[in-house]
């Protein structure tokens, strides 16, 4: 009886171990490892956007002034297109100044430029100056905000939908971490966004107003380099941002924490995280080249083809034996060849599963030869290989 008792005790431990084993094999180790007081989160690679970790990352929530990071977006789009300068002087609406919440205390009729106004928005969070830039870029609120929802849409993201520019309370006014963060790596295409976000404190009005950054992972977090926090009593306390180390650029969202302060404790231990457990590989430097290709008809006989800027992925510390690069590319192609113009690509494989996909471009510009040209390159041609003969 006794040795009955002792087998089973043995079957049974046997079976915990294995279901242990098996249950752990199938859910990533890091929602074994990570609890947040975040009503959902998210951690990903700001080069590839893999996941490192995530929460409910698709809940849709109130992201309070985490919106501005659109408003910016949009913003860094037209002048980008030449719509809008960072110069140019925008006057301050009876609409603008009605704004509460966070604001610069615009008076109607007040002029700054487009650059002090986006200053007060990525560094003081101010609502009213949100609205007098949307009318600026615009002409009107409204506008601005469905080119906000349009780019949205293009960036693919299903659980975001804007009501304004600056994250007051509104119905109906919503996002997740997953679309923040898909936001914050598309931000992070235009130095500007970045250049702003992460300035800690400005002197506004010729030094009269002081605006202070009240994301304090600046200060508090080394390798931040800014983005956006808010709070609203709906939304509790929100942060996107970002951090980069020895190559290793993160981006973490937190939405709904309920505790003062609890956006930044929660993204530190997250990043904290992420940095403990990955590390970042590169595979090509910016501009470097990747292989050539014959151009037929041109006024050069080759070009090179490179890749416009550095290209790595962030890889599980211990785990990088298994990731491998390949490269493809027409051996020959005909003029014209316009410089940056796609013309192969390189895949990062990680055993056969495939982790980003980058553009090999062309690094030069090749014009089409003129039929003068192309005789006298035939006559070359004939007579370099009778020389040979």
């Known amino acids: 009886m006794h040795t009955l008792k002792k087998m089973i005790s043995v079957l049974i431990s046997l079976v915990i171990a294995v279901s242990c084993f098996f249950m752990y094999d199938v859910e990533p180790l890091m929602a ?33 002034s985490v919106t501005k990071l659109m408003t910016l977006l949009i913003a860094a789009e037209a002048l980008e297109s030449g719509k809008v300068n960072l110069k140019d002087t925008v006057t301050a609406s009876e609409r603008a100044c009605s704004m509460g919440g966070s604001q610069i205390y615009l ?49 693919g993201l299903v659980d975001t939908n804007f009501i304004n520019d600056n994250g007051l309370p509104a119905e109906g006014h919503y996002t997740s ?50 983005l956006k926090t808010g709070w609203t009593q709906e939304a509790k306390y929100c942060l996107a941002s970002t951090v980069e180390r020895n190559g290793l650029k993160l981006i973490c969202v937190v939405m709904a924490v309920p505790e003062v302060r609890g956006h930044f404790a929660e993204s530190m231990k997250l990043y904290n995280y992420g940095f403990a457990n990955y590390s970042y590989k590169k595979f090509a430097e910016a501009g470097s080249k990747q292989g050539e290709t014959t151009v037929q008809k041109g006024t ?41 113009q796609k013309l192969g690509q390189m895949s990062i494989y990680n055993g056969d599963e495939l982790q980003i996909e980058v553009d090999l471009v062309a690094k030069d510009d090749v014009a089409k030869s003129s039929l003068f040209g192309l005789m006298k390159k035939s006559l070359q041609n004939t007579y370099d290989f009778g020389k040979a003969s």
């Open 107 to 155: 008076e109607v009729g007040e002029k700054l430029s487009l650059e002090e106004m986006l200053i007060s928005i990525a560094v003081g969070s101010a609502n009213d100056a949100c609205v007098a830039v949307a009318e600026h870029i615009n002409g009107s609120l409204e506008e601005f905000v469905h080119q906000m929802n349009e780019k949205a849409k293009k960036l």
């Open 32 to 64: 074994a490892n990570i609890e947040t007081s975040a009503g959902s989160a998210i951690l990903i690679d700001a080069s590839s956007g893999k996941v490192l970790y995530e929460k409910d990352a698709h809940k849709r929530l109130a992201p309070a």
């Open 300 to 340: 050069a006989e080759k070009v090179d083809l490179i890749v416009d800027k550095a290209v790595g992925i962030s890889i599980e510390k211990g785990k990088d034996k298994d990731y491998r690069m390949e490269i493809s590319y027409d051996q020959t192609i005909h003029a014209p060849v316009v410089k940056g």
């Open 177 to 226: 971490a997953y679309d923040l963060a898909i936001i914050a790596k598309e931000s992070l295409k235009y130095p500007l966004i970045s250049k702003l976000t992460s300035i800690k404190e400005y002197d506004l009005r010729g030094g009269k107003f002081k605006l202070y950054n009240t994301n304090k992972l600046l200060w508090w977090y080394e390798g931040t380099s800014g």
